[in-house]
């Protein structure tokens, strides 16, 4: 039973265009969430996380979007570069309840230039 | 900083084989992860250690799979006997908060691609 879903395993954007990666949950548990970004050959790396009391954080180009009555998150790049081409994989964890992160199965993110 | 280290980073074996995954975590870092990354299910955590104790094996598949952690700089996963269902990448973290904390970036290593024929 996959708790954290990210529905599209792919995405095509165009350079300077907005990037949307999305991804639910099921478990109302959580409430932490982050992003990782993987590319080939490499362990994921820490993006952006955000808190369940907030429903917005920004970091430079990157900013994600919690929907809690939706139990949905979205990553948003903007503008896009061709090195943003990666996997982006969404997590989840509930302190309240353990400390593991929970993975979606990631979603490939490919910038054309 | 070395960031964390995985050996070896490619393992081929034969079916029935015995493997045996090595994973050195970011020094000074007391929580480290095991994680099995499949197409079909993602990045799945199989066990996570906190000052060197396991404290969650709930995602070991099966009684094939073991992990150690003698001291604070090494841990391995090992499988035996392995089976081609095995084939994957298993990636290890390690993270400097303790179980618990707030902020909760964790720190991957390259990964060991892992094909067992």
């Known amino acids: 039973d996959q708790q954290v879903k990210q529905n599209s395993p792919s995405l095509s954007v165009q350079e300077g265009r907005i990037s949307i990666l999305n991804c639910d949950y099921t478990?109302?548990?959580?409430?932490?969430f982050l992003w990782y970004k993987k590319y080939p050959a490499e362990g994921p790396t820490f993006l952006i996380s955000i808190s369940s009391i907030k429903d917005k954080n920004e970091d430079g180009r990157f900013t994600v979007f919690l929907n809690k009555s939706a139990k949905h998150l979205s990553l948003h790049i903007v503008p896009s570069q061709p090195g943003d081409s990666a996997v982006y994989f969404c997590a989840a964890m509930g302190r309240s309840s353990g400390d593991k992160l929970t993975f979606g199965t990631g979603t490939r993110l490919a910038v054309r230039p | 900083d070395a960031g964390v280290i995985q050996s070896p980073r490619h393992e081929v074996t034969e079916m029935g084989q015995e493997v045996t995954l090595r994973c050195k975590p970011i020094s000074g870092h007391n929580s480290l992860f095991w994680y099995r990354q499949t197409m079909m299910r993602g990045l799945e955590l199989l066990i996570y250690f906190n000052n060197n104790v396991p404290i969650d094996d709930s995602g070991m598949p099966e009684d094939r799979f073991s992990a150690k952690m003698p001291n604070a700089s090494f841990s391995t996963l090992k499988i035996q006997p392995s089976e081609p269902r095995d084939s994957a990448v298993y990636f290890c973290a390690s993270t400097p908060e303790p179980v618990g904390a707030f902020s909760y970036e964790q720190y991957f290593g390259p990964g060991t691609r892992l094909t067992v024929t």
């Open positions: 478990n109302s548990m959580f409430d932490y």
